[in-house]
C-alpha cells in the first residue's frame, strides 16, 4: 500500500506572508529612525543640552556688508538663525516678516536678540544681493552667505538640510530646513521658535530667554 502524500499546509488568509512582513517592519523602522532625529532636533534644551543635540558650534561666513563673521559675533547675546535663499517664493520672506513682527512686538528688548539669515544660496546670494533683499524687512536681520564650502559647513554645523533642485533651463531652487533656531548666549541650541502664533505670543516666549 502507498503512504498517503501529505496535504500542503493551508494557509491563513489572515496571517500576513514573510513577504509582506518584511517591508513592513522595514517602513516602521525607519519611521523610528526619523521620528527619533526630529525629537534630537527639536528637543529644547531644557531637555537636552546643546553639547548632546549637536546644534551649534563654529562657522565662518560674510555678512551682507562684506565683513567676516563667524560664531564668536554672537557669544553673549541670544540669537535666531533661519537658513533660506533670496529666490525663496514664500517660506522665506514669509519668516523673515513673522520675525520683524516679533521683533516689533519685543519693543525695546528685541536689542538683546541678533537675528542671522543664513543663505543655502551662495551662488546667486552674494553679500549685496542679501543687503537689498533685507531692506524689506527689519534692519537688525543680519543676513549671512560665503562661499559654498563655507555655507555647506554652516548648513551642517546647525544640523540643517539643504539641497539644490534643478528647474527648466539653468534656473534651480533650494529644498531647505524651515526651522527658526533659538540659540542662547553661548552658542547652544534652546529650541525651535514656533511663529504660527501672534507676534505677541512669540515675543511673551522669547523675553523669557533675554
Do not use: W
Not at 31 to 46: D, F, H, K, M, W
Not at 47 to 70: W, Y
Not at 159 to 175: F, H, L
Amino acid at each position: 500500500m502507498r503512504a498517503p502524500v501529505p496535504l500542503p499546509e493551508a494557509k491563513n488568509p489572515m496571517r500576513p506572508s514573510r513577504r509582506v512582513l518584511l517591508p513592513i517592519a522595514a517602513f516602521v523602522a525607519g519611521l523610528v529612525a526619523l521620528s527619533a532625529a526630529a525629537v534630537i532636533t527639536l528637543v529644547p534644551q531644557g531637555r537636552q543640552g546643546a553639547s548632546a543635540s549637536g546644534i551649534g558650534g563654529p562657522f565662518t561666513l560674510v555678512n551682507q556688508d562684506g565683513r567676516t563673521v563667524t560664531e564668536r559675533d554672537f557669544v553673549g547675546t541670544p540669537y535666531l538663525a533661519f537658513f533660506g535663499f533670496t529666490h525663496c517664493p514664500d517660506i522665506c520672506p514669509t519668516a523673515l516678516q513673522q520675525i520683524s513682527d516679533v521683533l516689533a512686538a519685543l519693543g525695546p528688548k528685541a536689542d538683546r536678540l541678533k537675528v542671522a539669515f543664513v543663505t543655502v544660496d551662495p551662488e546667486r546670494d552674494r553679500p549685496e544681493t542679501l543687503k537689498t533683499y533685507l531692506s524689506s524687512f527689519d534692519p537688525r536681520i543680519v543676513g549671512l552667505t560665503g562661499s559654498p564650502e563655507q555655507v555647506a559647513a554652516a548648513v551642517k554645523t546647525f544640523r540643517a538640510y539643504a539641497k539644490k533642485v534643478p528647474g527648466q533651463g539653468d534656473d534651480y531652487t533650494m529644498e531647505h530646513t524651515a526651522l527658526v533656531y533659538l540659540m542662547d548666549a553661548r552658542n547652544g541650541f534652546v529650541g525651535a521658535v514656533n511663529l504660527n502664533r501672534s507676534p505677541q505670543e512669540t515675543a511673551a516666549e522669547l523675553q523669557k530667554h533675554l
